[in-house]
C-alpha cells in the first residue's frame, strides 16, 4: 500500500517539475506586455470605427428630457386576476414594460471577441488589454489574450504564460482558466524541446 502512495507521487512531482521549467523560461524571456495604443481605431459594431480612447471613456450621460405634464391615468381592471371584482382596478399602463432611453454600452469583453473572430488580432489584443484588474471581466480578458492571441494565433506560448498567470491569480474558481493555462503550459513546455 506505500509502493501505491509513493507511485501516486511520482507524476505529481513530474508536473511541478514541468511547471517550474516553463515558469523559469517565460521568466527568462520576460516580454512585458506592449503598451496600448489609444488612438488605435476599433471597428464598432455598427459599422463605423472609432479611437481607443473614445471606447473606453464613459458614456456621457444624456440631458434629461424636458418635464411633460402627465395626464391623469385611466383606470381600468385587471383583466388576468381573477380573484378580483369589478371594482378592483389598476392604474393605465401598470402592465407596460419600461423602456430604456439609450442602448446599453457593449462590454469591452464582448467587443474584443467580436474583433477577434472578424480577424483583427491588434483590435482585440487592444481591446482586451483595457480590461482593468477591477472589472469582472479581466480574468477572461487576460485568459484570450494568453491563450487565443498568444499561443494561438501568434504561437508565443512563453508570452502567454503570464497573462495565463494574471488569469487564475484574478479568478482562480474558473474552469476555462485553468484549462486555458494548462494548454499554454503543455504548448511552452512543448516549444522549450523544439
Not at 471577441?113 to 469582472?136: F, H, K, M, N, T
Amino acid at each position: 500500500m506505500k509502493r501505491l502512495g509513493l507511485l501516486a507521487l511520482i507524476p505529481c512531482a513530474v508536473l511541478l517539475i514541468m511547471v517550474a521549467a516553463v515558469q523559469s523560461a517565460a521568466s527568462r524571456v520576460g516580454r512585458a506586455p506592449a503598451p496600448v495604443d489609444l488612438d488605435m481605431m476599433i471597428t464598432m459594431p455598427d459599422g463605423g470605427s472609432r479611437p481607443l480612447r473614445e471606447v473606453l471613456s464613459p458614456v456621457e450621460p444624456q440631458s434629461a428630457p424636458p418635464e411633460v405634464a402627465e395626464a391623469p391615468t385611466e383606470e381600468r381592471r385587471d383583466p388576468h386576476r381573477l380573484d378580483e371584482g369589478p371594482s378592483g382596478t389598476v392604474p393605465e399602463g401598470a402592465f407596460d414594460s419600461p423602456v430604456a432611453g439609450d442602448i446599453e454600452r457593449v462590454s469591452l469583453c464582448a467587443l474584443a471577441e467580436q474583433r477577434l473572430y472578424a480577424g483583427d488580432i491588434a483590435q482585440a489584443r487592444a481591446l482586451y488589454a483595457s480590461v482593468g484588474p477591477g472589472d469582472p471581466e479581466y480574468g477572461r480578458a487576460q485568459r484570450r489574450i494568453g491563450w487565443e492571441i498568444q499561443t494561438k494565433l501568434e504561437g508565443d506560448p512563453l508570452a502567454g504564460v503570464g497573462s495565463v498567470n494574471r488569469s487564475l491569480r484574478a479568478d482562480p474558481l474558473d474552469g476555462n482558466a485553468w484549462q486555458d493555462a494548462s494548454r499554454v503550459y503543455v504548448e511552452s513546455l512543448v516549444s522549450l524541446f523544439r
